[in-house]
C-alpha cells in the first residue's frame, strides 16, 4: 500500500508558451520516463505544456518524501495521470467525455495501489463534476475493467495486397465524384482539422481530437523532437461543392521492407465518394505492393467495394476505444434507442458511482431512463458490460452469452435489441 507521506496533487499546466513552471516539466519528465522516452529535449515539454493549455487539462501526480540523496529529483513524480473533456459522438448526441490519459507509475512504485488511489479520486470527481462518461485508449487490455471501464469500440489492422493496384467490383457503381488532390505536408493540419470536425459530427464513436492530434499524423511531432518527419506525405479529396471531404496521410516504409510498404497514418472520409476516392489513390500509387493501417473499422466498407476481398487481410483485431458510465440515465437518454421496449437493469459498480436499478423505455428512437428503488431488476449487469453495449457495438447478448450480463432470457434480448444501433462504431482518435 502507498506510504502515507505519498502526495497526490492536481494542477493545471502552469507557465508561458517559451517557460513551462517547474511542476509542469517535473511532470512531464516522469511521463517520458513511464513510456520509456528520451528525456524531453528543450523547447518539447512548453511546446506539449501548450497543447496542454489549449486541451485545459488537468494534470494529477503522486509525489513521495525522504528519497535516498543520489536517488530521481523527488519534485519528479512517482506517478502521473491526466484528464481533459472531449465529446463522444453517441449516435444522437455530442457528450462531454471525461478522458483519461497519460497514466504511469514508476516501477519501484507499482502495484501499490498509486493507479487505483489516482483512478478513484478522478472519476469521482469527474462524477462530481456532473460528466456523464468517462473514456480511455489503454496500452494493456487487463487493467481498466476493475475500474468499470469496458471496450466499447475495436479496431482492425489491415494489409491490402495491391501488387495488381486495387480494382473495384462491379457493384460499387460510378466513379466517385469530386477530385483528389497530393496536398503538402505543411498543409494536412489544416485539412485535418476541418475533414475530422465533418466526420466527427456524423459517425458513432468517435471521440473529438486533442489539439496536438494535427501533427500526430503530419510528422510535426514525430518521434516527440522537435524535428518533424519530413517523408510522411498527404492527398486530399474535394467534394463537388469544392469543399474538401477526405484526406489520407502514409509514409513509405523504406526500399528495404518488403513487399514495398506504404503504412497509412490517418484516413478521415466524411463522404463515401471521399472514401472510395482516397482508396482508389492509394492502390494505385506506383512502386507500391502492399498498404497497411491500423485503425481500421471492424466493418470496413472497403473489403466490399473492391474486386478481390481476400487482397485485404485482417491482420489484428484490437480493443479500440474504452468507456465508463458515471451517470446512467445521463448517459442513456443521451445515445439513440433501437426496438421499442422497456427494461429494469439493475447496475452493479464496485466504485460505487453508477450503480442503482434504472427502468429504461425505448421508444420512436430515444432511450429514456429513470431510478427505481427496491424494484426487482429483469437484467443485472456490471457498469463495465453496460459501457461496453453502450454504442451499439458489442451486443448485450453476446455479454450475456459471455457471463457478463445475466437474467431474464428474454429481457436479455429485449435489452439487446434496444440498444441495438444501425452503425458499427468507430473510433480514429488515440489519446
Ligand atoms: C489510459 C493510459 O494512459 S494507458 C497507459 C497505461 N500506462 C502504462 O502502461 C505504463 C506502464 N505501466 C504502469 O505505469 C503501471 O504498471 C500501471 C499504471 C499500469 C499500473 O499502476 P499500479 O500503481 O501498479 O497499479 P495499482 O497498484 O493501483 O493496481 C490496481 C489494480 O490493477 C492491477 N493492475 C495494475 N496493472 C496491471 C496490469 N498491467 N495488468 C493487470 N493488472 C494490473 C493490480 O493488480 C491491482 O489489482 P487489484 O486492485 O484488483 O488488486
Redesign the pocket.
Known amino acids: 500500500m502507498p506510504q502515507t507521506d505519498d502526495e497526490l496533487r492536481w494542477f493545471r499546466p502552469g507557465g508561458t508558451d517559451e517557460a513551462s513552471d517547474a511542476a509542469t516539466r517535473t511532470w512531464a519528465e516522469a511521463v517520458f520516463r513511464?513510456?520509456h522516452d528520451k528525456p524531453p529535449v528543450p523547447g518539447q515539454v512548453e511546446r506539449m505544456a501548450r497543447f496542454y493549455r489549449e486541451d485545459d487539462r488537468e494534470l494529477g501526480g503522486v509525489y513521495v518524501a525522504g528519497t535516498p540523496e543520489g536517488a530521481v529529483d523527488p519534485s519528479i513524480p512517482v506517478?502521473t495521470f491526466a484528464s481533459m473533456t472531449n465529446t463522444l459522438n453517441t449516435g444522437a448526441t455530442l457528450l462531454p467525455t471525461h478522458e483519461?490519459?497519460?497514466?504511469?507509475?514508476?516501477?519501484t512504485?507499482?502495484?501499490?495501489?498509486?493507479?487505483?488511489?489516482?483512478?478513484t479520486e478522478d472519476l469521482r470527481r469527474a462524477a462530481d463534476a456532473g460528466l456523464a462518461m468517462a473514456a480511455?485508449?489503454?496500452?494493456?487490455a487487463?487493467?481498466?475493467g476493475?475500474f468499470g471501464f469496458g471496450v466499447a469500440v475495436e479496431r482492425e489492422s489491415l494489409r491490402i495486397d495491391t501488387r495488381r493496384g486495387l480494382a473495384f467490383g462491379p457493384a460499387t457503381g460510378p466513379a466517385p465524384a469530386g477530385r483528389t488532390e497530393f496536398i503538402e505536408r505543411e498543409g494536412i493540419a489544416a485539412v485535418s482539422r476541418r475533414v475530422f470536425a465533418r466526420w466527427h459530427a456524423i459517425t458513432p464513436g468517435s471521440i473529438d481530437r486533442q489539439a496536438s492530434y494535427p501533427g500526430n499524423i503530419d510528422g510535426t511531432l514525430h518521434d516527440g523532437g522537435m524535428e518533424p518527419d519530413t517523408a510522411v506525405r498527404g492527398a486530399a479529396h474535394w467534394g463537388e461543392d469544392g469543399e474538401p471531404d477526405g484526406y489520407v496521410t502514409w509514409r513509405f516504409a523504406g526500399w528495404d521492407t518488403e513487399p514495398t510498404t506504404v503504412r497509412v497514418l490517418d484516413l478521415v472520409a466524411a463522404t463515401d465518394d471521399a472514401y472510395r476516392a482516397l482508396w482508389e489513390l492509394l492502390g494505385s500509387l506506383d512502386l507500391v505492393d502492399r498498404v497497411t493501417w491500423d485503425h481500421a473499422s471492424v466493418d470496413e466498407p472497403l473489403r466490399w467495394a473492391i474486386a478481390d476481398p481476400r487482397s485485404c487481410a485482417v491482420t489484428e483485431r484490437e480493443d479500440s476505444l474504452w468507456l465508463r458510465i458515471l451517470d446512467p440515465v445521463a448517459a442513456l437518454q443521451a445515445r439513440p434507442g433501437g426496438a421499442p421496449g422497456t427494461v429494469r437493469l439493475a447496475l452493479t459498480d464496485a466504485l460505487d458511482i453508477a450503480a442503482g436499478t434504472l427502468e429504461v423505455v425505448s421508444e420512436d428512437g430515444r432511450l429514456t431512463a429513470r431510478r427505481v428503488e427496491d424494484a426487482p431488476a429483469d437484467v443485472t449487469l456490471p457498469v463495465a458490460a453496460l459501457s461496453s453495449a453502450y454504442l451499439g457495438g458489442i451486443s448485450v447478448d453476446t455479454l450475456a452469452r459471455a457471463g457478463a450480463v445475466t437474467g431474464d432470457p428474454e429481457a436479455v434480448q429485449r435489452l439487446a435489441g434496444m440498444l441495438a444501433t444501425g452503425r458499427v462504431p468507430q473510433c480514429l482518435t488515440q489519446f
Open positions: 513511464g513510456f506517478a483519461i490519459t497519460a497514466v504511469t507509475v514508476r516501477a512504485h507499482r502495484r501499490r495501489g498509486l493507479l487505483r488511489r489516482m483512478m480511455l485508449t489503454a496500452s494493456e487487463t487493467i481498466y476493475r
